[in-house]
């Protein structure tokens, strides 16, 4: 049951991170970079001394966006 609400979460962090950067790869490159995202925001966070994603609610989701954004920044810096 745990990696369906990890897709459900990257599914919406992938999403919204999308709309924050007015950038759509698609559907399924969004949910990855989504859980992508909520791995890489997870361990950011932990950098700065804040819980990572602690599970499915809106802070995971905050940090999880917080990390796509950053992937879809990195990609688009990486592509120029």
Do not use: C, E
Not at 4 to 16: D, K, R, S
Not at 52 to 67: C, P
Request: hydrophobic share 60%; aromatic share 8%; glycine share 16%.
């Amino acid at each position: 049951m745990d990696i369906i609400l990890w897709i459900v979460l990257g599914a919406i962090a992938g999403f919204l991170a999308s709309v924050i950067t007015k950038s759509s790869h698609g559907l399924l490159t969004d949910v990855i970079l989504g859980i992508i995202g909520g791995f890489l925001g997870g361990l950011l966070m932990n950098l700065l001394g804040q819980p990572g994603v602690t599970g499915f609610n809106l802070y995971s989701v905050f940090v999880a966006v917080v990390g796509a954004v950053i992937l879809i920044f990195l990609g688009r810096v990486v592509h120029l």
